[in-house]
């Protein structure tokens, strides 16, 4: 049963430049020490994230992409098609799907996405998509405060 807390999960490649976006904003939003909000990373989502959401009410993901708008956020739908249960990378509604499935329960889930300009190999994420990640801790911040 969740106790009313919030999951941040920041994923993506740290060494493939924008790629690390995801990481980079929940690393910052951890500085932040909001009450009742537990951050983590990791660099994809699996099935094996189910059991932790147990202790939650709602979970945030953050990831880059490659198109879009420079941020955005929205709920979670549903998923396209059906998770296999071997399934090593799934999606956002993938896993709020799977969770409801398994456990019987809900889960809010919401998925920010950060438009990022360059995947080839580096460490650094490029100017601008610092500046959307930026953002995007700005609204997060608001929105996990709320």
Known sequence: M???KTLVIGYGNTVRTDDGAGIWIAEKLSSFQISGVVVT???QLSLDLLEEFKSYARVVF???SVEGDP???DSVGKPAVPVPPSAHHCTPADLVSTYSQLY???IEGYFCTVRGENFEF???LTAATVQHASSAVEMLEKFLWG
């Open 41 to 43: 990373t990791t660099h």
């Open 62 to 64: 953050i990831d880059a």
């Open 2 to 4: 969740a106790i009313g």
């Open 122 to 124: 580096g460490t650094e």
């Open 71 to 73: 941020v955005q956020f």
């Open 104 to 106: 019987g329960g809900s």
